[in-house]
């Protein structure tokens, strides 16, 4: 009988971009994966890559037949082919509810108000429009953050999963670009989480971000 071929996961990445975070995932589950780097504007949007991926973005993630795009998408399929690493919490749990909630909160509101804010978008942000829009008001957003890891080591329990890895990463990086406040209680929940293991082997492998000019 012959043995079924495990498929092999190609990472397609730029080490300037929210594929950091991908890659810290990939570390954490110890996957085997073969990396492709895309330049900005170049190989990002060639015919063979806008094939992968049709917005010519970065991160992306192939594994066999299937791709994945879409950081949280991609964090929470690893989460499930790698599940002795138990990155995300069993089904039909309060902590699965908490790990849904804030993968797609990260996904969404977060990162569209961190857009808006910084593009100087939100300046004249009229009653209206925060009603209409899914991130509501900056500030609201922050809030709901600070809400949501006050306190906290993880925030599904008491074991760390993908949602924490995506928190963290979008805090970290929120905060070291200036995009998020450097609330006391974002330094408490991501400075330990920022010290894994994992984080540190990914982080030697994309090199050093570089500073803001
Ligand atoms: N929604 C996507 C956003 C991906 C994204 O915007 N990636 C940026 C880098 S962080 C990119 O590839 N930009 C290149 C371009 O748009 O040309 C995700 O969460 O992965």
Redesign the pocket.
């Known amino acids: 009988m012959t043995q079924a071929i495990a498929p092999k996961l190609r990472f397609y990445s730029?080490p300037m971009?929210?594929?950091r975070m991908v890659r810290w995932m990939l570390e954490e589950c110890g996957a085997e994966y073969e990396t492709v780097e895309l330049e900005?504007?170049q190989t990002?949007?060639s015919p063979q890559y806008l094939a992968i991926n049709p917005?010519?973005?970065?991160?992306a993630l192939q594994h066999g037949d299937a791709v994945i795009?879409?950081?949280?998408a991609i964090l929470a399929y690893l989460a499930e082919l790698f599940p002795a690493k138990h990155l995300a919490p069993p089904q039909g749990s309060p902590e699965r509810a908490a790990y849904l909630r804030w993968l797609f909160f990260v996904?969404g509101p977060a990162?569209a108000a961190t857009t808006a804010q910084t593009e100087g978008w939100l300046a004249n942000q009229t009653d209206r429009q925060a009603m209409t829009a899914g991130f509501g008001r900056f500030d609201d957003m922050v809030r709901t953050l600070r809400h949501a890891v006050a306190g906290k080591r993880y925030v599904c329990g008491e074991h760390f999963s993908a949602a924490d890895l995506y928190l963290a990463s979008y805090i970290g990086w929120g905060m070291m670009e200036g995009s998020l406040p450097a609330l006391a209680e974002f330094k408490a929940y991501t400075q330990p989480l920022l010290q894994r293991a994992a984080y540190l082997r990914a982080e030697e492998l994309d090199g050093p971000v570089p500073a803001a000019a």
């Open positions: 730029n971009s929210r594929a900005y504007g990002m949007k917005m010519g973005k970065v991160p795009t879409e950081t949280g996904a990162e």
